[in-house]
């Protein structure tokens, strides 16, 4: 078994500790410092886009060097230690069963919409204060198509492709983007450089992410008859790209046209109303057991791409 296979399955059993030494929280706290000891008030804002640049590559270079350096020293041990090891540090960049888990624990509470919209607001960077139900679902199954390639099928492909330094690498990309690539006044240009690695980053990932979630609605049309895989592929080329993002669009729109719903339109972030493109068609009512499945169809196309992308040909690559 690849460790590749094996951080998966550690995922899938355990999923994400809370800690404060969970290494994608110690990565952001390493961003913070950085933001907080460079970044200043700057006249030009080639300055400030060159110096977000270099808090780019110091916190990328550094998680990647940090991860060489495990490596090493897990090399000194058994193999069957060594890879072990590797896994278990590997689990950490995959986020299938937080995912998961997560979505499905906003169904849960639908009963209570407070309490629903507050377990929807640790997933989501929207206003959840005001959203009624179908808001809520409707912000569920955005963060869990675009959270499929971010933060799973990703990671899968930077490990299977660069082991694990380079699904590291991907870790700090991706976190950057969460915590300095946003498009507003404070990080327009101190976070361009990040916002823009995380899209290179994440363009093949997102559409092998897309790819899967059709494969996946085809094997389990057998038992769910509703699903439309036929116009997942339809919608997926079609509105891809009306999304803010050049790649989250994608995997949102896959799912958009296997359920036959409709994703997008107004949502509200900092108490500004921004109003996104729609993505595929309202044929269908979104509901709680669109998610449930849509759950279903994420986890299966986490196995499919594991089991493609973790095969010894690939792992192959990265020398693990």
């Not at 540090?89 to 509470?109: D, E, M, P, Q, Y």
């Not at 009624?132 to 899968?156: C, H, M, Y």
């Not at 095969?311 to 693990?320: D, F, I, K, T």
């Given at each position: 078994?690849?460790p590749?296979l094996l951080?998966f399955l550690?995922d899938l059993a355990?999923?994400?500790?809370?800690?404060?030494?969970h290494?994608?929280i110690l990565?952001?706290?390493?961003i913070?410092?950085?933001?907080?000891?460079l970044?200043k008030?700057?006249?030009?804002?080639l300055i400030?886009i060159?110096?977000g640049?270099i808090?780019?590559?110091l916190v990328v270079?550094i998680t990647?060097f940090?991860?060489?350096?495990?490596?090493?020293i897990?090399?000194k041990?058994?193999?069957?230690?060594s890879s072990?090891?590797i896994?278990?540090?590997?689990?950490?960049?995959?986020?299938?069963?937080?995912?998961?888990?997560?979505?499905?624990?906003?169904?849960n509470?639908?009963?209570?919409?407070?309490?629903a919209?507050k377990a929807?607001?640790?997933?989501?960077?929207r206003?959840?204060k005001?959203?009624?139900?179908?808001?809520?679902?409707r912000?569920?199954?955005?963060t869990?198509?675009?959270n499929?390639s971010d933060?799973?099928?990703?990671?899968?492909?930077?490990?299977a492709?660069g082991?694990?330094?380079?699904?590291?690498a991907?870790k700090?990309?991706?976190?950057?983007d969460?915590?300095i690539?946003?498009?507003?006044?404070?990080?327009?240009?101190?976070?361009?450089v990040?916002?823009?690695l995380?899209?290179?980053?994440?363009f093949?990932?997102?559409?092998?992410?897309?790819l899967?979630?059709?494969?996946?609605?085809?094997?389990?049309?057998?038992k769910y008859?509703?699903l439309?895989?036929?116009?997942?592929?339809k919608?997926?080329?079609?509105?891809?790209q009306?999304?803010?993002?050049?790649?989250?669009?994608?995997?949102?729109s896959?799912v958009?046209?296997?359920?036959g719903?409709?994703?997008?339109g107004p949502s509200?972030?900092d108490?500004?109303?921004?109003n996104?493109?729609y993505i595929g068609?309202?044929?269908n009512?979104?509901?709680?057991a669109v998610?449930?499945?849509?759950?279903?169809?994420?986890?299966?196309?986490a196995?499919l791409?594991?089991l493609i992308?973790g095969?010894?040909?690939?792992?192959?690559?990265?020398?693990?």
């Amino acid at each position: 078994m690849t460790p590749l296979l094996l951080a998966f399955l550690i995922d899938l059993a355990i999923g994400d500790p809370s800690s404060r030494l969970h290494p994608i929280i110690l990565i952001g706290r390493l961003i913070s410092f950085f933001e907080r000891f460079l970044r200043k008030s700057y006249r030009s804002h080639l300055i400030e886009i060159l110096i977000g640049g270099i808090v780019v590559i110091l916190v990328v270079g550094i998680t990647y060097f940090i991860s060489l350096i495990f490596i090493n020293i897990t090399n000194k041990f058994d193999i069957i230690i060594s890879s072990s090891l590797i896994a278990l540090a590997g689990s950490f960049t995959i986020s299938t069963k937080s995912l998961c888990s997560h979505v499905k624990r906003v169904i849960n509470k639908l009963d209570n919409l407070d309490q629903a919209r507050k377990a929807l607001s640790l997933i989501v960077g929207r206003d959840t204060k005001n959203l009624d139900k179908q808001a809520i679902l409707r912000a569920a199954i955005e963060t869990l198509s675009e959270n499929a390639s971010d933060g799973i099928i990703a990671p899968i492909f930077y490990f299977a492709i660069g082991g694990l330094p380079l699904a590291f690498a991907y870790k700090a990309i991706n976190t950057l983007d969460s915590m300095i690539g946003y498009k507003n006044e404070k990080y327009l240009y101190f976070g361009k450089v990040a916002a823009r690695l995380d899209d290179i980053a994440n363009f093949i990932p997102s559409r092998i992410t897309g790819l899967l979630l059709i494969v996946s609605s085809f094997i389990l049309k057998i038992k769910y008859i509703e699903l439309k895989p036929l116009n997942g592929i339809k919608i997926m080329f079609r509105d891809g790209q009306n999304h803010t993002s050049p790649n989250a669009g994608i995997p949102e729109s896959a799912v958009a046209g296997i359920f036959g719903i409709r994703l997008g339109g107004p949502s509200i972030y900092d108490g500004k109303v921004i109003n996104k493109p729609y993505i595929g068609d309202d044929l269908n009512f979104l509901n709680d057991a669109v998610i449930l499945t849509a759950i279903k169809i994420v986890k299966l196309a986490a196995i499919l791409g594991v089991l493609i992308m973790g095969s010894r040909g690939l792992s192959s690559l990265a020398g693990v």
